[in-house]
Structure formats: C-alpha cells, structure tokens
C-alpha cells in the first residue's frame, strides 16, 4: 500500500489543475475525479502518475470529491480543490509526519491564501505542535474549521469510517462537517508548518450566497448534526458540551458575515430584510449577539 495519495475533484478548469498537479511529486499517486469530462487528453498524458475518472454527465459537487477520493487505495489521503497549490517540500514535511504519528487519523498543516492571479497572502497555521485524543481535536475548530483542505492530511480508513463528504450540503461546511468528524472520531495533530496555497476568488460562492437563507439553513444542518455526535462523544470520557450555545455561536458568526455584505451590498435596507427573514441565534454569545445588531445598524 502507497503511503499517501492526493484526491483532486476538477470541473472544467484545465489551467489551474495542471498547476496544482505540478506541484505534485512523480512518485506521488493522484486521483482526479473529471466531473462533466472536461481535462483535456494533452493534460492527461503529462502526468503518468494520475489517474482520471471522467463523468460525461455532470454530478453533484460533493458527489464529485467523494468520488476522487474513493479512488484512492492509500494509507493516507491528501484533498487540494483543483485551483489551490502545494508549497516546495510539502511531501517532506507530510512524511516525516505521517512516520512521526502513525496513530493519528488527521495531520492539520497551514496554509498560504493565493488569488486568481497568485498573489499571495496570510492565510493560517498552527501556532505550535499541538496534539489531541478524540475527541479534543474538536475544541480547536468548535465553533468553525480555520483549515483548508489542501493544508489536511487524513487517513483513508477513518474517511471510509465516517463515509467521506455529506452531499446533503449544497453551498458550504460539507468540507468542514467531515474535518470536525474526524477530529471527533480519532487522533489529531496540528503541525505549524505551512504545506500549501488555498485559492480565493474575487465574487466566489461564500461572497455571493452567505446572505442567504438557504446558507444559513445548512449551516444549522451541520451544526445540528455535529453536535449531537460532539455530545456523545464528550459523554463518553465524561465531559459535557452545551449543544445549543455551540448552535447558535456558528449560526450567529455566518449571521453576522451575511449583514455585513448585505449592508455592503444592499444597505441597511437590504441588510434588514435578510435579518428579518432568518431566526435570531438568541443561544449565542453576547458579545456575538451585540456585534451582529451593531453590524445591523451602525455604518
């Protein structure tokens, strides 16, 4: 068995997964999942080391991730988006960890944030080594996951466990529901070490759909599923969780990111419709409640 694979869902962007495919090793196997049959047959001839699994017909978005990394037949498991990067000496750095914490079921590196044009800015990382047994790793991301998929090296049997990505979610948290699962259901490490480049995109999905209701509906299906598996789990080495104050704190923080680009976007008056047509997270922190009302109705 290869020690490590990296998983690639791609849809119709040639150009930015040969250059994340670059930055791939030789010996390093790849699993592209094509979703709607777009890489072109030049691309795919570059990379002996690929493998591409092409869907005439276009499928679902996590559809197309899980796909990519049922593929895989490692030990462990590395997921990029097709647009993000690796750093030089990614691979070194994953592997010496990977023999450091054989036991742990999910390596946390950080990352850089790139643009569409490459330019690079902060992104996050870990401050120091940290190291959690199930369920702790939790604690670190309770209230929303600062990692980004191509900084998270997971092992491919807790995947196959917990059954890879929710494709329930059709806007966000999918990637961030199964990172929280994992760090619930086995070891973690946070490495401070920065392993790859995450791509931000001018006008992309969170800016254009987290003022919305349906964002904040499945933002309460991720944490009502989350919790309800945080509770049992601290249960069992006999610690407790409020499940409601952890609710709301997530709702009210996406709350909060959706006025203000609402009031950026559409003013008091628009930022004040969409608060009106959502429930109000009354469970979460004060200080929370008070910046999301400030937020309403201040410039």
Known sequence: MDTIEVAIPTYNRDL???KLLRTVPPHIKISV???GSFVNEDLKSKYLNASFISHETVIEIFDNWNCAVENTSSEWVIMPSDDDVFLENAFAYINNYINRYPDAGVLIFGYQIIDEDDNVSEGWCPQQELIYDAPLGYEVFKYGVEARMPCIVFKSSVLKKLKYFDNHFELTASDSDLIQRVLLSSKSVFIPEIIGAYRVWKGNLT??????????DEIDYWQQKITTIAVENYLQIGKKLNPHQIVDEVYAINLLAGIANKRKTA????AYDFFKSVRFPWHAKLKTKLRILKTLLLK
């Not at 003013?267 to 628009?270: A, L, T, V």
């Open 16 to 18: 930015f997964l040969d």
């Open 33 to 35: 999942s094509d979703n």
């Open 267 to 270: 003013g008091f008056n628009g």
């Open 207 to 216: 800016s254009q759909k987290i003022a919305t209701k349906q964002w904040l």
